[in-house]
């Protein structure tokens, strides 16, 4: 059984900077890419970045290019998302998810397992 638990939110700043981690177990996190997901009160979810299996790869949404890195270390089996200069639109409960290949993708219909989510609010 896959389980993805996400950690490291809270309440920051405008301009601050979090980092989330994701810690996988349940199947060869290596064979897998990974993506960050963020759902805000009255929104539907949607695709922050992505990563592929080794890491070579990786895809950002527009909103957040420059400011979140996403990366891995597949000998932890754990995810991250660094997330810099941080703006009010951020806040919103985060979620890492595993997809079933090995290349970057983004839509939600292409990830297997879900994390129970992390909460991010940046104040103004």
């Known amino acids: 059984q896959v389980q993805l638990a996400e950690s490291g939110g809270g309440l920051v700043q405008a301009g601050g900077s979090l980092r989330l981690s994701c810690a996988a177990s349940?199947?060869?996190?290596?064979?897998?890419?990974m993506g960050w997901f963020r759902q805000a009160p009255g929104k539907e979810r949607e695709f922050v970045a992505s990563?592929?299996?080794?890491?070579?790869?990786?895809y950002y949404t527009d909103s957040v290019k420059g400011r979140f890195t996403i990366s891995r270390d597949n000998a932890k089996n754990t995810l991250y998302l660094q997330m810099n200069s941080l703006k009010p639109e951020d806040t919103a409960v985060y979620y890492c998810?595993?997809?079933?290949?090995?290349?970057?993708?983004?839509?939600?219909?292409?990830?297997?397992?879900w994390g129970q989510g992390t909460q991010v609010t940046v104040s103004s």
């Open positions: 998810a595993q997809s079933r290949g090995r290349a970057i993708t983004v839509p939600t219909t292409t990830y297997d397992y």
């Open positions: 349940g199947r060869t996190f290596s064979n897998y890419a």
């Open positions: 990563i592929s299996h080794l890491g070579v790869s990786t």
